[in-house]
């Protein structure tokens, strides 16, 4: 009870700015759930897709993989539709891996959709606190310029200790907001680059099943 008497003290006694930092946290946190439930989802269907047409493809069930692939909202099964389908059209290499190029920016934007506001975030709520220290020193310098000189040394030492709770607070929350930004920053680099190295080994794959994706624009010429 004391911990909670203390947490609620403190908010109060920071002012008006408390309530937009604590929003801004509170959305953050929010964007920080979502993004991490969203990337976990995406890397288990990842791997799973991968277990299910890497056998496909290697025993040239090209019919069968790309129906599989087609049906599958994965990163690498939308990878993999991409490069079957291309693949049909022209059987070039340099066809086949720039299609799965194509595909792996496409993925991008959407496992990274979100989190760069995290950072944004922890700037706004570092410079709403900073925002909120200086308003309440201005109003507590104000204040004691007209109160008694004996007691303006205790006012404004009290009035100082309330303005940089905005401060402190506005840290609070910045600090985690950027932890875990770099922490979705980091998962999601492993999710591309697992679909990037799928892609490699998918594309190794169909080469050695199909002899004419061999062949690239540099050696046709």
């Excluded at 299910?52 to 599989?68: I, M, T």
């Excluded at 939308?78 to 190029?101: C, E, N």
């Amino acid at each position: 009870m004391n911990f909670y008497t203390t947490i609620v003290s403190f908010f109060q006694e920071g002012g008006a700015f408390m309530y937009p930092i604590a929003l801004v946290l509170i959305v953050g946190l929010a964007i920080a759930v979502e993004r991490w439930v969203f990337l976990k989802r995406a890397l288990v269907a990842n791997k799973s897709a991968y277990g299910e047409l890497l056998p496909l493809v290697s025993s040239k069930d090209y019919d069968k993989a790309e129906k599989v692939a087609q049906d599958n909202s994965s990163a690498i099964g939308r990878l993999m539709s991409v490069a079957l389908d291309t693949m049909r059209s022209s059987p070039r290499r340099d066809d086949i891996h720039a299609a799965m190029q194509e595909g792996v920016m496409e993925t991008i934007p959407r496992l990274s959709k979100r989190t760069n506001y995290l950072s944004i975030l922890a700037n706004v709520s570092t410079l709403l606190g900073l925002l909120g220290t200086i308003i309440g020193l201005i109003a507590a310098f104000t204040a004691v310029a007209n109160a008694d000189p004996a007691d303006k040394a205790t006012l404004l030492s009290q009035s100082i200790s309330v303005a940089m709770n905005t401060t402190a607070f506005g840290l609070i929350a910045a600090i985690p907001l950027l932890l875990i930004h770099s922490l979705l920053q980091n998962k999601t680099l492993e999710i591309v680059e697992s679909v990037e190295m799928a892609g490699v080994k998918f594309l190794n794959s169909i080469i050695r099943g199909n002899p004419a994706a061999v062949a690239t624009r540099e050696y046709d010429a």
